[in-house]
């Protein structure tokens, strides 16, 4: 219920009131009237608006909505305690910011007073504005540097007061719990992050291949080489808007490369190679080149070859070639089968392997086995010459 002290400004005839709402729509203020631009216009739907304060605080506030209907209503005053060094008052406001609040009080900011929570934050029920000595200082953030009064304590703290929003990623120039200062220089960089995917080429490799069936020398194109696609997403960093970082979060190939695969003629060897024999010793172990005793199930003794291609190239069994991945044929050595590899001379070894590929020269048996490298040198450095190819139990 209203004191009787307003009910005179609410006892008004229909015309009255209609007058009285013309011209807080029309001229925005009245006598008495404590009108503010930026607290006027709370209101989208409303075309124009105007308010009247009265003594205790309540305020009238009326206009025209966009469907040419006018309006009024009374906002009640509620108390909001303004502390400044110890002293306290109350003042009664319906509406409004801090800044009109201490205009009420009559409270005027000296240089070195800071207010909390900041001017043009909005007043409600109950708040306590307290007004505190603090350090002058200079702040950088979002493309401006504004000269502002830190109340005391943290650097973490002085910003929150002064309504600068810092997230986990932002950079600050000082550490956040350093003691304000006076004139200190802080500059807050946002920090941001952005995805992005896009369709890459994938560039396909050259292989190269020795061949008798060529002149000492002579190339030739035996595969065309096409480029693969790939679907790349990266995590950008920005700072202030501007690019510094990515990383790769995830690629998915959409098309595998093909490689292109070139024949290189060579002179014929004229090494004698030792026919392809599969034999057994009586106790089926050998010694590696590590010294320890191996058993095998069988040994094989022929021709060996080297050939190289990209990691990650495909092989017969789907796995892609990799040091110890070799050649054969899969119907003397079967897929799978774990092998150790020496030279039959002992002076070359190229260890334990796992049969995974095949190629042509192993099927029609001019070779027993085709060694994987990475290089083409050490392709070369193995060259052909006799293994023994022991299958282990």
């Not at 005179?8 to 005839?13: D, G, H, Q, S």
């Not at 304000?180 to 807050?188: E, G, T, V, Y």
């Not at 959409?254 to 002179?267: A, M, R, T, W, Y």
């Not at 799978?336 to 190629?359: C, E, N, P, Q, R």
């Amino acid at each position: 219920m209203l004191k009787k002290q307003n009910r005179k400004y609410l006892i008004i005839t229909t015309s009255v009131i209609l007058g009285l709402l013309m011209v807080i729509t029309s001229a925005f203020s009245v006598a008495a009237a404590v009108t503010n631009e930026n607290e006027a216009k709370q209101s989208n739907t409303d075309i124009s608006y105007g308010e009247l304060e009265f003594a205790n605080g309540d305020m009238l506030i009326g206009g025209k909505k966009d469907n040419g209907e006018y309006f009024m209503q009374i906002l009640k005053a509620f108390d909001v305690t303004v502390n400044e060094n110890g002293t306290t008052q109350n003042i009664k406001i319906a509406k409004g910011t801090v800044a009109g609040v201490l205009r009420k009080a009559n409270i005027t900011l000296t240089d070195t007073q800071v207010v909390i929570p900041s001017l043009n934050h909005q007043v409600s029920k109950n708040m306590v504005i307290n007004i505190e000595n603090g350090y002058p200082v200079e702040i950088t953030a979002d493309g401006k540097t504004e000269k502002k009064v830190a109340p005391l304590g943290t650097v973490e703290n002085a910003l929150k007061a002064l309504d600068y929003e810092i997230s986990k990623d932002d950079i600050i120039s000082v550490d956040k719990n350093e003691k304000i200062k006076p004139d200190m220089k802080i500059k807050i960089q946002r920090v941001t992050y952005k995805r992005t995917t896009k369709t890459e080429e994938i560039s396909y490799d050259t292989v190269t291949k020795t061949t008798e069936d060529l002149e000492a020398g002579e190339t030739k194109v035996e595969t065309k080489g096409k480029n693969g696609t790939k679907e790349v997403t990266r995590k950008i960093k920005y700072i202030d808007g501007k690019e510094t970082d990515s990383e790769i979060v995830k690629e998915k190939v959409i098309k595998e490369p093909v490689n292109k695969v070139v024949l290189v003629g060579q002179e014929e060897s004229q090494t004698t190679y030792a026919p392809f024999e599969i034999s057994s010793s009586g106790t089926n172990t050998f010694t590696d080149s590590n010294g320890n005793t191996v058993a095998y199930s069988r040994v094989l003794t022929g021709s060996g070859t080297a050939y190289t291609a990209p990691a990650g190239a495909g092989t017969a069994t789907g796995v892609k070639a990799y040091l110890g991945g070799v050649a054969v044929n899969p119907n003397i050595i079967p897929y799978g089968s774990k092998l150790y590899i020496v030279s039959t001379d002992g002076s070359f070894v190229y260890g334990y392997a796992t049969a995974v590929d095949t190629g042509g020269a192993l099927m029609d048996g001019s070779a027993i086995v085709d060694v994987y490298y990475p290089t083409y040198g050490e392709c070369a450095n193995f060259g052909r010459r006799n293994v023994n190819v022991y299958v282990l139990s």
